[in-house]
């Protein structure tokens, strides 16, 4: 026979877990860069602003119906005295009660949702646009202005954003939580998105449709600026970098020699207009690379440039460039260490 | 006044029943319903093995104890398997034990095409599962969006198993849920009307209906995928002409209804359990069973919840919002009625009672996470993520299997005489529910936190690392917890106590008979006059309806002249050429004549195999 | 009353709950699936019959008067179905033999319109690979024509079968005919709504 003391604390310890724990963690965002729970945008603060509207009204239900279960388990539960229960089949009264409260409680549910699917769905007409590509396993950014980057997008904090999303392959996702809801990309459509940011910062997003074998490695970051950064960054984008010396000089050659340039673009060098990879205009200032999966360290990119495949298996980079797939045209050691010093020097 | 259930008569004349060729041959639907749960059992390990792995290489930021590519044909196999090969099984395990027993027949309406779906099932989870020997089993998840799952984006033959593996397996639940319907609407016991039929059996009929319905829209959507691979038919090639989306609406047309499939069986169980260990009636049998029949009406309107973000526009997003929490409503109305056959009853807390409770108290967890995410907004923060993981673990696992779980120990007695040890039982019941809670709570937070579904690895930045360690801890709880349930199945098959007919003061008919049945089941067909005729005959004094002045007496029959289906070999041949067909095309289209060829013979023999002993008025 | 009918495996003195045999209970349920199948494909072609890419394009290589014609000739096979089964069931074995055969022969001359359609398709330069007007048109008439095929199989079986053994099929046993009668005019059915969708409404873009 089960043991009926043990029911009600665990029971209750088990509620405790999945009511409590949500509301206490999720909060900060300066442990969990990709909360739902912090948001920082008009768009992110409606739908948090709705859904905290029915996530109480779920806990209230939750409490309700769970405690009417624990009590009925606690009271009825048999005696040997019990005789037999009266044979009851049903009351219509309350059948009619618990069809109409759960209605009523969706409509509720239901008038600011859609409300809200309204208010979220057009862009408004002076938002700044950027075209978004996604790519396996990085994100093409283009600015109206015509500069073009990959994985970290920079805005101004002072006007409503926008996105054009189109991918190039397969599906992808752009979401970044503290900003906006998720938007799938779907191959021959152009979506759109947007937003209004609240304050300067950066904010980390991940594309979240399985799109292959990186998926989990294809993340991106977004940057609000001051608008005086902002301009700043943008103009970065497009000029020439500074002229390279020593161990960058050999970079910039090696740069040419070693193919990069048949996939990559960067400006100030009209070798280099490849558009198959991501452009590495200003790369010295980029936060992350791989798609924003590590800090972009003098380790990181070397060993990024070493071994590409162990860092984002699948990549395209790894499976078709030369140096790769040649063991006679591998990159030595002294190679990687110029590229490095020369991408670094991208500012 | 007649009785209107009868007594076992003499054993009736019955084939050979040992050794293996007549579990090969069987077309009894006892014995069909035990290979489908033993087989079902043994692939939910398998998925849950899956998952297991899933959870080691998680439970540590940037771990490569899984490759990347291994990682996803295991969440892809995980789900397919626990879909298609463990809990669709499992509800058509109980189906086939059980429909006849309640509706106090003697077999399913076509035997042979029962052992048939049985066959194909088993042959079609074989080679979807050879995939892992031969290239690569399928890695675009369960649900394999185009157009990664394109000749481009998934070179090699793993998709080709999956859309092959999934026709094979479509057509056996689609020839199970036709006998089914015909069983359940042409073979009841005399005077057991629809509405007198027990709940577990509408729940059933109401499963039959939407497999037929669903299936050939999945089929459908199945072939085109076939087609765009196999012959660059360009239907899902955004640059062609075709539509990426198109895959997406099939494949939830039928997905939707799918879950419902998945969840509908457990709930009938539930439904059986609760009167029983209440000793009383399910209350509001009418409300129950038409919200099961809403429910299953409904779930064709919202598919394209599924579908939130990928830009359908706000007019239709409102519109399957709508539909989606307008289908809340006959849940809740069945919640409502099982917590209410428990009110003022007398509680029997053994472990059947302890797992209905525990779906119950599960369901309603994912039932509620179900709600916000109806809410389209709402889903754009929740979608893809492990929040979504949370919510379908709690109705697939705290409601689908924790239900199964329930039928396992209420059903084993008459199964086989025998019953399930209680202590092991109620240790196998905590195991699961806390090993079940450790793992899939902690993802609605997970999920909250912004963690996707579907990657195979994360930094340590993201925060997410202590939770996935505590899943991961969940997950080996619920493995140990599985040990301890096939632990109790074995022990019990051997030295169980002996259950007797009734060993639950039970209400329905197929309590009525000897534990396990004789092959014919019953040795009178009893004659219906209410819900629950068997707690009638016993305790006529608490009937609620009396057997009419006029009721007919059952037909009294010589049990040695009952004759039961033969058993044949005939549907094992036709399921094996079936499957082949599909095996060799993935080598090439034109192989499969092969496979066609012994289909088409086996079908011949099949029709012109030579009756019984005939019946002589 | 209940009809009673015996078939390998059920004793004729089965008497069933809606008083429909089994297995024209089964038939009609298996048609109810079969209804979202060619719905499904029916509606995948409706997406697509205007989105080619690249030609030829279905006001190129559809051929109204000679798919006219075929679809006369399957109606009239449902014709000949029902002359076979009305035919059983008052004993004339003969005239059941005649009108099966019939029907067959004209199922087989659909299909014989069907391969020349679609060869003249492809020889104008539509494969279903060319494009989605392609895929959608001929999956959709392509697994038409397959289930034809399946029927014609079916009826030659029983034509054949009604020799054999003399007493199979008897008028009290004319099941087996109306099973084959029902499957054959769902078939027909469908195509009624095929032609309606594929090649009638293209005609009046």
Redesign the interface.
């Known amino acids: 026979?089960?043991?009926?003391t043990?029911?009600c604390p665990?029971?209750l310890l088990?509620l405790l877990?999945?009511v409590l724990?949500?509301i206490l963690?999720?909060c900060s965002a300066a442990?969990?860069?990709?909360?739902?729970?912090s948001p920082k945008s008009d768009v992110a603060n409606?739908?948090?602003d709705?859904?905290m509207f029915?996530?109480w009204i779920?806990v209230a239900?939750?409490i309700i119906?769970?405690s009417?279960?624990l009590y009925?388990?606690i009271k009825?539960?048999?005696?040997p005295t019990?005789?037999?229960?009266?044979?009851?089949?049903?009351?219509t009264v309350?059948?009619i009660t618990?069809?109409i409260i759960?209605?009523l409680i969706?409509v509720a549910?239901?008038i600011p949702?859609?409300m809200?699917?309204?208010e979220?769905?057009d862009v408004p007409e002076d938002a700044y646009m950027i075209s978004i590509i996604g790519h396996?396993w990085w994100w093409e950014v283009t600015y109206p202005t015509g500069e073009v980057t990959a994985n970290e997008i920079h805005v101004p904090s002072n006007r409503t954003i926008g996105f054009t999303l189109e991918t190039a392959?397969?599906?992808h996702?752009f979401?970044v939580?503290q900003l906006?809801?998720?938007?799938?990309i779907?191959?021959?459509?152009i979506?759109t998105l947007w937003f209004t940011p609240e304050e300067e910062g950066l904010f980390l997003g991940?594309?979240?449709?399985?799109?292959?074998?990186?998926?989990?490695n294809m993340r991106l970051e977004l940057v609000v600026d001051s608008p005086a950064a902002f301009a700043a960054w943008t103009a970065g984008l497009n000029s020439p970098a500074p002229a390279a010396s020593g161990l960058a000089a050999a970079g910039y050659d090696a740069f040419a020699n070693k193919g990069c340039v048949v996939c990559h673009t960067i400006s100030g060098r009209n070798d280099a207009v490849g558009v198959i990879g991501p452009n590495l205009s200003l790369f010295g200032s980029r936060l992350t690379l791989a798609s924003a999966?590590l800090p972009n360290t003098v380790e990181n990119l070397t060993a990024w440039l070493t071994d590409p495949e162990d860092i984002k298996?699948?990549n395209i980079m790894a499976k078709n460039a030369a140096v790769y797939t040649d063991p006679d045209l591998e990159l030595t050691g002294a190679d990687v260490a110029a590229l490095v010093a020369y991408l670094h020097s991208l500012k | 006044m007649a009785s209107a259930v009868g007594a076992n008569g003499a054993a009736g004349h019955a084939p050979s029943v040992d050794g293996v060729w007549s579990w090969v041959t069987t077309v009894d639907h006892k014995r069909i319903g035990v290979l489908y749960g033993v087989t079902a059992i043994l692939f939910f390990m398998l998925g849950g093995a899956e998952a297991l792995l899933i959870r080691l290489q998680l439970a540590q930021a940037d771990n490569n104890l899984i490759s990347a590519g291994f990682f996803s044909q295991l969440f892809t196999m995980h789900a397919l398997t626990m879909v298609f090969l463990a809990i669709m099984p499992l509800g058509a395990a109980f189906f086939n034990f059980l429909i006849p027993l309640q509706i106090g027949a003697r077999d399913v309406a076509f035997p042979r095409l029962n052992a048939f779906s049985y066959w194909l099932f088993l042959f079609g989870g074989i080679l979807l599962n050879t995939s892992f020997i031969f290239g690569g089993a399928p890695d675009a998840g369960w649900f394999a969006y185009a157009n990664l799952t394109s000749t481009t984006y998934s070179p090699g033959n793993a998709m080709d198993f999956f859309t092959l593996g999934l026709l094979v397996l479509g057509v056996s639940s689609l020839a199970a849920a036709l006998n089914f319907v015909v069983t359940i609407l042409n073979m009841r016991a005399p005077g057991m009307t629809l509405m007198r039929m027990p709940v577990f059996t509408w729940m059933a009929l109401v499963v039959s209906f939407l497999l037929v319905f669903a299936l050939p829209i999945l089929t459908v959507g199945l072939v085109e995928l076939l087609f765009w691979r196999f012959f660059d038919m360009p239907f899902f090639s955004a640059a062609e002409g075709g539509d990426p989306l198109l895959w997406q609406h099939i494949f939830w047309l039928f997905g939707h209804p799918e879950v419902y499939i998945l969840i509908l069986p457990a709930m009938g169980i539930v439904s059986e359990i609760l009167p029983t260990f209440s000793r009383k009636p399910l209350f509001g049998y009418t409300a129950v069973v038409f919200a099961g029949v809403a429910i299953a009406f409904l779930g064709f309107a919202v598919w394209a919840h599924h579908m939130f973000t990928v830009g359908l526009g706000p007019v239709a997003v409102a519109a399957f919002s709508a539909s989606t929490m307008i289908i809340a409503v006959p849940t809740g109305i069945k919640i409502f009625n099982w917590i209410a056959t428990m009110w003022g009853g007398s509680l029997d807390l053994r472990t059947p009672m302890l797992f209905s409770l525990g779906f119950l108290a599960l369901f309603i967890v994912g039932g509620l996470s179900g709600v916000m995410h109806a809410s389209p907004p709402v889903d754009t923060q929740h979608s893809d993520t492990y929040f979504v993981v949370a919510h379908l673990h709690y109705v697939l696992f705290g409601g689908s299997i924790f239900g199964l779980m329930a039928g396992i120990y209420y059903w084993f007695p008459k199964l086989t005489g025998r019953m399930l040890g209680e202590g092991f039982g109620v240790f196998h019941f905590w195991l699961m529910f806390i090993g079940m809670n450790l793992t899939f709570g902690p993802m609605h937070i997970v999920g909250i936190l912004g963690m996707p579904r579907r990657i195979y690895t994360y930094s340590e930045s993201s925060g997410w690392e202590n939770l996935n360690r505590l899943e991961t801890l969940g997950a080996l709880i619920l493995a140990v917890s599985i040990i301890v349930f096939l632990t109790n199945v074995i022990r019990s098959l051997r030295n169980g106590e002996i259950a007797g007919d009734d060993p639950w003061d039970a209400r329905t008919l197929e309590w009525s008979i000897s534990s396990p049945p004789p092959v014919y089941n019953f040795a009178v067909i009893p004659v219906v006059y209410s819900k629950e005729p068997f707690w009638d005959h016993k305790y006529p004094e608490f009937a609620h309806e009396e057997p009419p002045k006029n009721a007919v007496a059952p037909v009294a029959e010589d049990p040695a002249s009952i004759h039961m289906p033969n058993p044949s070999y005939w549907p094992i041949i036709v399921a094996f050429g079936a499957a082949l067909a599909a095996g060799l095309a993935l080598i090439d289209p034109w192989y499969a004549a092969i496979g066609g060829v012994i289909t088409l013979l086996g079908v011949y023999g099949w029709v012109f195999e030579p009756a019984g002993p005939e019946e002589h008025h | 009353m209940a009809t009673h009918s015996t078939t390998a495996q059920h004793p004729s003195h089965l008497e069933t709950t809606t008083g429909l045999d089994h297995r024209k209970l089964l038939m009609w349920t298996f048609l109810a699936s079969e209804c979202l199948f060619f719905g499904s494909l029916i509606a995948t072609f409706l997406l697509f019959k205007d989105a080619a890419v690249v030609g030829p394009y279905p006001h190129e290589v559809l051929n109204i008067p000679v798919t006219s014609t075929s679809t006369f000739v399957l109606l009239t096979s449902s014709l000949s179905m029902v002359l076979a089964l009305a035919a059983i069931q008052r004993g004339d074995i003969v005239s059941m033999r005649v009108w099966i055969m019939a029907t067959a022969v004209l199922g087989a001359t659909f299909l014989g319109f069907q391969v020349f359609e679609f060869q003249e398709f492809i020889h104008e330069g539509l494969k279903p690979s060319t494009n989605v007007f392609g895929a959608s048109f001929f999956t959709l008439t392509g697994f038409h024509g397959a289930h034809v095929a399946v029927g014609v199989i079916w009826l030659m079986s029983l034509f054949i079968y009604s020799f054999k053994s003399k007493d199979r099929i008897l008028a009290s046993k004319s099941l087996d005919v109306e099973l084959a009668g029902l499957y054959w005019h769902f078939v027909d059915i469908v195509w009624v709504v095929i032609f309606t969708v594929v090649y009638l409404i293209s005609s009046l873009e």
Request: glycine share 8%; charged share 15%; hydrophobic share 45%.
């Open positions: 026979m089960a043991n009926l043990n029911i665990k029971a088990g877990v999945i724990l949500p963690a999720a442990d969990n860069p990709m909360t739902t729970w409606s739908i948090q709705l859904y029915i996530f779920a239900v939750f119906v769970e009417a279960l009925a388990v009825f539960r048999r005696r019990d005789g037999m229960p009266r044979q009851v089949h049903g009351n309350m059948e618990w069809t759960p209605a969706l549910i239901a949702t859609w809200t699917i309204f979220i769905d396996q392959d397969v599906l996702s979401w939580p906006f809801g998720k938007q799938d779907v191959p021959g459509r979506h991940q594309c979240v449709e399985f799109c292959g074998i990186s998926h989990a999966t298996p699948g």
